[in-house]
Structure formats: C-alpha cells, structure tokens
C-alpha cells in the first residue's frame, strides 16, 4: 500500500500568491499605494491625504530604525550584544504601523518591533539594553504605551486583546496593535486571541508582519491559504497590504484602528514583507531560502522607494536626504557609545522585583546572596 | 458580631460577591461561571447581580482566560479567573508561566499583575481523569506566583478577598471535595494574614503538616491518636508559597517529629522542600527524619483506586507510627 502523498513532498505554494514569497501583483487582494519604482497609485477603499513634511518624516523614521538595526547587529558580532534581532526590509511595516497610531493607543509588540518602539518615543537605547542582557527592556511600558517585548510567541495577541477587553470597560476611545509575525498564527493562543476579540468586539487590531519564514521554516508549512484569509474565519474583516510600501501601511492601519476606536471590532491586517536579514544573529538564512529570492526582495527595498518618490515628487531635496545621513550618522554614534558604556545591574536586582510585596523566604535568599558576595573582597553585591 | 454557618462553597461566593462590591475592578472570567454559577456553583447569582461584563461568561480556552486576563490586569482591573477543574490548568500553563509570573520582574515593578486564578483541587469526588489533580508544586515552584490553599469556611471567605486584594498573582486552590463542609464564619472578624500557616490542634509527639483537603484528614488523624494517648500537633499550612515555616520549625523544635501530608505525587512535591527546610533548621532537634505521606507517583488514578491513592487517615498514622518508632 502507498500513501497518496508522500509526507516529505513539497507543497503547493499558497494558493493566491504568484510566488511563495513574493508579493502578489496590485489588484490581487494587495493594497498598495507606493509601487516598488516609488510611483503613487491610488486604491478605491484606502485613501491617503498625506503633505510633504509627513511624507519626509516617514523617510526619516525608517532610514534612522535602519540604521539603528545595522548598528546594532554590528555591536552584536563585536560582542557587545548577546544577540540581536534584525528588522532589515521591515522599516516600512513597523513605521507605518507605528505612526498610524494615535497617541493614546496602546501596542503589544514581538521582539522585533524596534521601527513601532522608535515611532512610540521609546529610547534606542532602552530597546539595546534587553539584547545586551542588562535588562528585559528598559522603557516604561505605561508611559510610552509600547508593551515590554514579548518573547514566546504569540503570547502579547491575548494581551492586547484582554488589554482592549479592558478599554471597551473604560468606555475609552483607544484602540490596540498587537503584533505578530507569520509564524506565530500557528500558535493556540494567537487563534484563541483571535476568538476571543470576535466574540467580545474588542477594539484590537492584529498586525502580522508576513515575512515569508519562522526562523527557517517557510510560511507554506504554517498556512494553505494566503494569513488574511484566515480572518474570515473569525468572523472579522482581513486585509493584505504591501508591507514594503509605507503609505498603505500607514492608511490600512489608521483604518482599521479608527474602526476599533468606533466599536466595529477587530481586523486582521497581513502586512506582505520579507526579512532581508537574518532572524537573529545566530541564525544563517544561507540554508534554507535561495539567493535569488533576497534579489528579488532587494528590488522591493521600503526606503528605496520612498526615496524615489520623494525625490521625483520634488517633496525632498539632495540636502534633506544628506540632513537624514548625518542624522543617522549621529544615532549609530550614540547607540554605540550608549551601549559600551551601560553600567551593569546590580547584582541584587534580579531580587527586587519578583513580587510587588517581598515574600520573607526570598527576603532571606538574597541576604544570603548580599553576605555570600560581601565576604569577598571588592564584591559587587 | 454577625455569624453565619457556611460550606466553603458558599463562603467563596460570599467573598467574592464581597470582594466585586468592594472594588469595581474586579472581574470574574471563566467558562460556564456566568448562568451556570460555575460547574461548582461558587460563582451563583454573581452574574445577575454584576452583569455581564464583571461575571464573563469566556470562550473554552484557558490560555485564553489567563492571557486576556493578563491584559486587563495592565488596563488596572483585578481579573479572578476560575479553572473548572485542576487538570485543565494546563493549557493556561504557558500564560501562567512566562507572563503571569515574570510580568512584575520583567517590568522591573512598573506592571503588576492582581490575578487570582481558581482551582478546585484534589480528590476523592469519583471522577474521569484530569478531574482530582494536586499540581501546586508546578505552580510554588514559579517564581513571581504566590500560591495558598484553604481548608475551611473561615479562610474560604476572607482569603479569596485577601487574594484578591493583594497586588501579586495568587493561585487560590479550592479544596473541591471539602466544598460542602460546614463551618460557622464571624462576617465582622479580623483575619488572619493570608500567607501564614496556622496550629489547628496542639499536641506534644509528632507536628502533622498539611494544607488544602488534607487538613481535615490530619485532624482525624490527631483524633484517632489521642484515643491511643499519642498527642499530635497538627499545622495548616495554609500558604504554599510563600511557605511559612516559622510556626512549624518552633512546633517540630518541641515535637522532635515531623510529618508532612499531601495528595500531591510525593516526589519533589511540596514535602520534599518542607522536608529540607526542617531539617536545615531543625537538624539538632529532630529525633527523627521528617516523613511524607502523598499520592503515589503515578498518573491520579482511576475512581476505583482513588482511595488506595490518596492519603487517608491510616497512613498518617502509620507515617506517625513509623516516626515514633525511629
């Protein structure tokens, strides 16, 4: 007896995309506002009436999280990172989601949500600080209303969804941005967040980067139809942008956050993107996706295209764009500096704030650890 | 002074019908707690008179409970989440894990986490598999989670407000075959601390531990053993983590013999610390080594065998027994 299929048998491409992993065309379920040439094109249920200063601001935010990024995975391989995650090719989707935000609203992101913490005000620095090990994230999550990153995976879509569980209570007006990424829609809890915002009409909007891999894993082992799809399930709308293309990140999201705001619920929006980088810095993405499909991707750059936009547009100038270089020039400097020079943690630390009230049985361990270290001469503790 | 006889059962949905006046914030989420008042019915009438959006009526998913509860925490609400039953926390164990417990360190103090979660816990109801389990060294072993386990009416009422009121996450178990016992509880008392354990009988020959179900048991025990003219001193733990050995390192200094009794698989649980602890700082008084009495370190079994399973008054006279004997 022979199985029909063989289990080790590659399977179809997802149904709908033209490649695995490269973008459907405009008009095939893709918004897009911006073409990969940096062409405007116009979309008949996303419109957006965006002036120059804004359109520079999108170029500046995604050319300094680059550089920010390209710093760090520097820092990562001269040792000052314990490892790093790159957002390489995912400027676009992260600032667009990021700036479609409105002040108040609140964002559950993964640990590579670096371009959304830089759109939320968070300090490169606070975000180094978790990869350098002296912390596991360094902002106030309260204050700049990013969540900490959340590290297993699909875990932050429950919390959004609890945390806007809580907004609709409040009667506010604010609406939630949890992110996950392709892999992570696979996860129980991913699909129970979603159930769950369904059933209550909670005010939360679920971000998933589509970046074609789960660290090596491609995105046709996680799913037979294209992620947005999946929405329809749920019960909920479901919308694929270009997540290359800034501008219709920025209108899809603001849409569907606007409409959480107004009490219609949820939305899934897929933002199409691909990870030029590695998944982390351990990570070697030579063996398992092709040089060609990075070529490709390359072609699709989100920086590059805005760029040519604003130059052919005449919305920015030679020394606007020069202002940015030097401007990144003296992030990358700070970054550094910041990150060879950040103290250590006291030792103690790891004690403090495992509970709001201090149990006595853990009072008494670190004592220990305080005495323990204090009988060598030149302790830290 | 207003004093009402109670089950446990109904001491619980006292407390927190108490506990949802006493703070707006606090919100019950589970599957079936809302109509249903719960498959236990701890949560009767709470739904009618809080509405929907305080007693929520949750899809069947825990993780999904647990996660969105760790949302509303952030939001400042007090979720108090009931798992139906002790094996179906399982599912929730991630959430439980990795966010419940760490949220409060990993924010270094600026995120905190007042979640209670229900458990009616333990055996001895007769019932299918996943439906009798004592997991609460998973749980006391999870640093960032506090863990308490009540045995009586007394503490049923005051400790689910306590546990609701305190800023830490707290898995609240429930001693389910002990819901129906009876107990008379004064409404206007002061209680005691929730994370203290507390001497329920004094005697003089060995210190009997226990928490949860198990209490009642020992305190048979310590019956059964007066009629014998041995005098057990028998402590209610009442707190699994943080445990609080003060009373019982002073109970086991006079005693010399300690023996530690719960429905728990024996090994590596709860005893097997206790243990240690008493012996780091009981060593020189100690007459003999301290003695666990648990469930056995199989799968909870099938009905018909619960009993052989489970610690009975027998065998904490027999662990006596063998202790005084040593």
């Known amino acids: 007896m022979t199985a029909k299929t063989s289990i080790t048998e590659v399977v179809d491409p997802v149904p709908g ?20 040439e940096g062409d405007r094109v116009e979309h008949p249920d996303y419109s957006l009436d965006i002036g120059d200063e804004e359109l520079r601001g999108l170029y500046r935010d995604m050319a ?3 550089r920010w990024d390209v710093e760090a995975t520097a820092l990562q391989r001269q040792g000052e990172l314990g490892i790093w995650a790159s957002l390489l090719g995912q400027e676009a989707a ?5 700036r479609a935000m409105a002040a108040d609203d609140m964002a559950f992101p993964t640990y590579r949500e670096h371009g959304v913490a830089w759109a939320r005000g968070v300090d490169p ?3 180094i600080s978790l990869f350098r090990g002296v912390d596991n994230g360094g902002w106030d999550p309260v204050a700049t209303r990013f969540n900490l990153y959340t590290v297993v995976i699909g875990a932050q879509c429950l919390h959004g ?12 007006e604010q609406a939630v941005l949890a992110f996950l990424g392709d892999g992570a829609t696979s996860q129980g809890e991913v699909n129970e967040a979603m159930i769950w915002a369904a059933s209550f009409s909670a005010p939360v909007v679920f971000f998933c980067q589509n970046n074609q891999y789960a660290i090596s894993v491609p995105l046709e082992r996680q799913s037979r139809v294209p992620l947005y799809q999946r929405a329809a399930g749920f019960g909920f709308p479901g919308v694929r942008v270009d997540g290359n293309d800034v501008l219709a990140v920025l209108a899809v999201t603001r849409a569907a956050l606007a409409a959480a705001r107004e009490g219609q619920g949820p939305t899934f929006i897929e933002a199409f993107t691909y990870r030029m980088g590695a998944h982390t810095t351990s990570d070697d993405p030579s063996r398992y996706r092709l040089a060609s499909e990075l070529e490709e991707w390359k072609l699709r750059d989100p920086i590059a295209r805005l760029k040519a936009h604003l130059s052919r547009s005449g919305a920015a100038d030679a020394a606007f764009f020069d202002a940015v270089e030097a401007e990144a020039d003296e992030l990358a400097v700070r970054i550094r500096r910041g990150t060879v020079e950040m103290p250590d943690p006291a030792p103690t630390s790891m004690f403090d704030h495992v ?22 001469e030149g302790s830290r503790a | 002074m207003t004093t009402e006889v109670l089950t446990i059962g109904k001491a619980l949905n006292l ?3 108490k506990a949802m006046e006493d703070d707006a914030k606090v919100v019950l989420m589970g599957e079936d707690i809302g109509k249903l ?6 949560t009767d009438g709470l739904q009618k008179d809080f509405g929907e959006a305080r007693v929520v009526d949750t899809p069947l998913a825990e993780a999904g409970i647990l996660g969105t509860a760790v949302g509303l925490a952030m939001r400042g609400y007090r979720p108090v989440c009931e798992i139906q039953f002790d094996g179906f926390v399982f599912p929730a164990y991630n959430q439980i894990v990795t966010q419940v417990a760490k949220m409060h360190a990993r924010s270094r103090g600026m995120l905190s986490m007042p979640i209670v979660i229900r458990i009616p816990f333990g055996g001895g109801i007769g019932a299918v598999e996943h439906h009798s389990e004592s997991p609460e060294a998973y749980f006391a072993h999870t640093a960032g989670l506090k863990v308490v386990a009540v045995s009586n009416p007394v503490d049923a009422y005051w400790g689910i407000q306590q546990a609701i009121a305190a800023p830490d996450p707290i898995v609240f178990l429930e001693p389910k075959r002990r819901y129906w016992e009876k107990a008379e509880v004064d409404l206007d008392a002061t209680p005691d601390p929730l994370f203290a354990s507390r001497v329920v009988r004094g005697g003089d020959d060995v210190t009997v531990l226990a928490y949860g179900p198990m209490v009642k048991t020992a305190l048979q025990a310590a019956e059964a053993a007066a009629e014998e003219g041995r005098s057990l001193e028998v402590v209610d733990l009442r707190t699994v983590s943080p445990l609080d050995l003060d009373p019982v390192f002073a109970s086991v200094r006079r005693t010399g013999r300690c023996v530690v009794v719960h429905e728990a698989p024996t090994s590596l649980g709860l005893g097997a610390e206790i243990a240690a602890r008493i012996t780091e700082t009981c060593f020189h008084s100690l007459e003999a080594p301290v003695l666990r009495v648990g469930g056995y370190d199989t799968p909870y079994p099938p009905s018909k065998l619960e009993e052989d399973y489970l610690p009975d008054l027998d065998r904490v006279l027999d662990a006596v027994d063998r202790s005084l004997e040593f």
């Open chain 1, 94 to 98: 992260q600032i667009g989601a990021g």
């Open chain 1, 355 to 376: 509970y709001a009230e201090q149990t006595p049985p853990l009072a008494a361990q670190r004592a220990e650890f305080v005495d323990y270290h204090a009988s060598f």
């Open chain 1, 125 to 127: 620095l606070h975000v």
């Open chain 1, 161 to 172: 969804t609890g945390y806007a569980m809580g907004v609709q209570r409040d009667g506010a």
């Open chain 2, 37 to 42: 008042g719960g498959v236990f019915r701890i």
């Open chain 1, 64 to 66: 300094l999280v680059r």
């Open chain 1, 17 to 36: 995309a033209d490649a695995p992993h490269l973008p459907p065309g405009r008009g095939q379920d893709l918004v897009q506002l911006l073409t990969p």
């Open chain 2, 15 to 17: 407390g927190l019908r």
